[in-house]
């Protein structure tokens, strides 16, 4: 198990299509949706690859459950492999298992419930902790925001959970930014966000989603340079015909004494 805490003091799913009414493509499209990966590639591809507009929005599949499993509150599937939930508590370990985790994502600083630090231990899950002030406090800088989703975005990362208390506000900031940069249109990122919110519907958190700037994650991005592969393709280009020059060129010194007689 890996863990990770970072403290940041300064701080429904987009509605769902009939899966009768969905035309065949999109729904395949949807089973290899990903969400975007920040940091390895640059952002113009990243968004490219990760391209998800309203009409692609993934089907909700329903996991299925025993009478024993219970899965935590708010739960439910972002895109495959990626999850959203509340705190987990101990009755919910048991469905958690089937998930096969490879990250948990907390973004609230607190004591760990019954059994939390066991469970991930013994699952061997990374752990990521995100002390993040919520919006009714203040906004959430972009730099926070950025450390986030290199982590929730990563497909490395995959089977992930991210969680707040209550899996409405805090984790409804995130995945909004996620489908944000995924190019949802803002009326249906806002109808998910309220989904899970209510009845406590933010107004500071709407206002942050809508507000923010997909370039407030870039700007803070590092973006990969296609200048060495550039510089190595030249050079070997270059090695290539000097090879074949020198190959022409003596092949044509052997042969020169063949041609005096």
Same mark, same amino acid.
């Given at each position: 198990?890996?863990?990770g805490?970072?403290?940041?003091?300064? %701080?429904?799913?987009? @509605? =769902?299509?009939d899966r009768?009414k969905? *035309?065949? !493509?999109?729904?395949e499209?949807?089973?290899? &949706?990903y969400?975007?990966n920040l940091?390895?590639?640059?952002?113009?591809v990243?968004?490219?690859d990760?391209?998800?507009?309203?009409?692609?929005?993934?089907? %909700?599949r329903?996991l @299925? =459950?025993t009478?024993?499993?219970?899965? *935590?509150v !708010?739960?439910a599937m972002?895109v495959?492999g &990626?999850y959203?939930?509340?705190?987990?508590?101990?009755?919910?370990?048991s469905?958690m298992?089937t998930?096969?985790?490879?990250?948990?994502?907390?973004?609230?600083?607190k004591?760990? @419930?019954e059994?939390?630090?066991?469970?991930?231990?013994?699952n061997?899950?990374?752990?990521?902790i995100?002390?993040?002030?919520g919006?009714?406090?203040a906004?959430?800088?972009?730099?926070?925001?950025q450390?986030?989703i290199?982590?929730v975005?990563?497909r490395k990362?995959?089977p992930?959970?991210?969680h707040?208390?209550?899996?409405?506000h805090r984790?409804?900031?995130?995945?909004?930014?996620?489908?944000?940069?995924?190019?949802?249109d803002?009326?249906?990122?806002?109808r998910?966000?309220t989904?899970?919110a209510?009845?406590?519907?933010?107004?500071?958190?709407?206002?942050?989603?809508t507000?923010?700037?997909?370039s407030?994650?870039?700007?803070v991005?590092?973006?990969s340079s296609?200048?060495?592969?550039?510089?190595?393709?030249?050079?070997g280009m270059?090695?290539?015909a000097?090879?074949?020059?020198?190959?022409?060129?003596?092949?044509?010194?052997?042969?020169?004494?063949?041609t005096?007689?």
């Amino acid at each position: 198990m890996v863990s990770g805490k970072h403290s940041f003091h300064d %701080e429904g799913r987009a @509605p =769902l299509q009939d899966r009768k009414k969905m *035309p065949r !493509n999109d729904e395949e499209r949807s089973q290899s &949706l990903y969400m975007i990966n920040l940091g390895s590639e640059s952002p113009e591809v990243m968004l490219r690859d990760a391209y998800v507009s309203a009409k692609d929005i993934a089907v %909700e599949r329903p996991l @299925p =459950l025993t009478s024993t499993q219970n899965p *935590p509150v !708010n739960f439910a599937m972002v895109v495959p492999g &990626l999850y959203r939930s509340g705190y987990p508590q101990a009755p919910d370990y048991s469905f958690m298992r089937t998930l096969n985790l490879k990250t948990i994502v907390t973004l609230v600083g607190k004591e760990f @419930p019954e059994g939390y630090q066991d469970f991930i231990k013994e699952n061997n899950i990374k752990h990521e902790i995100f002390d993040m002030a919520g919006t009714k406090k203040a906004d959430i800088p972009a730099k926070t925001m950025q450390s986030i989703i290199a982590v929730v975005g990563n497909r490395k990362n995959y089977p992930l959970l991210v969680h707040c208390n209550q899996g409405k506000h805090r984790t409804g900031c995130v995945v909004g930014i996620l489908r944000k940069a995924s190019e949802w249109d803002i009326k249906s990122i806002i109808r998910e966000y309220t989904k899970f919110a209510e009845p406590k519907v933010r107004e500071t958190d709407v206002k942050y989603i809508t507000n923010f700037s997909v370039s407030d994650i870039k700007s803070v991005t590092p973006k990969s340079s296609n200048q060495p592969f550039i510089q190595n393709t030249v050079y070997g280009m270059v090695m290539l015909a000097s090879f074949t020059i020198s190959v022409w060129v003596y092949s044509g010194i052997r042969l020169l004494p063949l041609t005096t007689f």
